[in-house]
């Protein structure tokens, strides 16, 4: 969905998104993990809704930390720039391996709960479905919003959407932010099934 967004809609090119999805997916399995042995969260689930959201919301960072230098290139050099920033953030996760494990990775990630019950694998299934399905009713929102007006008209002419007043490069920005955010958010989850 974020890269439909950013690609589909806003016409911006991204090689780079499973980095995105990394950092989702490392924040939120190393702050749950963390915060697993706090009896507190280990009891109420906190913990688990705690990293989701920090993986979302640093996938996010990122995403306009990349976005801010790389969206003043078009075409192939965005492409390029993106998949550099794949690599680099690949190379700290295989590299880092006292943080996260160097190609083995994080194990015993804690499985999402609520209050006291665990989501086990089928009902795991029907908790990502509800944030499937939340996550395509908030993409058609911001598509029929004028934010995702703005963002189909930058994918046909960006002189034409600047000529009218659109700041053209603040608009990619906030396009690559929540399509990052999206990203993030799909690799919280990820590390949970994990």
Known sequence: IGLNILSGYAGQLSLGHAALMAVGAYTTALLTKSLASIPFFAATGLHIWLGMIAGTALAAMFGAFLAFPSLRVRGPYLAMVTV???????????????????????????????????????????????????????????????????????????????????????????????????????????????
């Open 84 to 194: 550099a920033f794949g690599w680099v953030i690949w190379k700290i996760l295989q590299e880092w391996v006292s943080v996260t494990g160097g190609d083995l990775g994080i194990s015993s990630i804690p499985k999402p709960q609520i209050g006291p019950f665990r989501l086990e694998t089928q009902a795991f299934y029907f908790f990502v479905l509800f944030f499937f399905v939340a996550a395509l009713i908030l993409q058609d929102r911001i598509i029929r919003s004028k934010f995702g007006l703005r963002l189909r008209a930058m994918r046909h002419s960006e002189i034409g959407i600047a000529s009218v007043g659109v700041d053209v490069h603040a608009l990619k920005v906030v396009a690559f932010v929540v399509s990052a955010a999206f990203a993030g958010f799909g690799g919280a989850l990820f590390a949970h099934q994990q």
